[in-house]
Nanobody
């Protein structure tokens, strides 16, 4: 059974930082491109960043390029998202999943709220 367990979210002031983690199971993690998605309040879930199976290639949406960094640990089946210079527009529930999506399985996500 595929499982994604996101953690690390919280409430932070503008300009602050957070590091999200996503532990996975039930997938062949080391051969899958992984991504972080987010769903802002009242909006659709969107792909934000992804990292190739080896970690050698990454892609960032323009809204977070230069502020967010994705990484992965294939030995621990875990993907990370380091977020810096956070803005109120980054407020959302953050999820990890494969890229492209391979199933309709999602974790519970982790809430990130950027507010003064």
């Amino acid at each position: 059974q595929v499982q994604f367990v996101e953690s690390g979210g919280g409430v932070v002031q503008p300009g602050g930082s957070l590091r999200l983690s996503c532990a996975t199971s039930g997938i062949n993690f080391s051969v899958i491109t992984m991504g972080w998605y987010r769903q802002p309040p009242g909006k659709q879930r969107e792909l934000l960043v992804w990292i190739s199976r080896s970690g050698g290639n990454t892609w960032y949406d323009t809204s977070v390029k230069g502020r967010f960094t994705i990484s992965r640990d294939n030995a621990k089946n875990t993907v990370f998202l380091q977020m810096s210079s956070l803005e109120p527009g980054d407020t959302a529930v953050y999820y990890c999943n494969s890229v492209p999506l391979r199933s309709n399985s999602w974790g519970q996500g982790t809430q990130v709220t950027v507010s003064s």
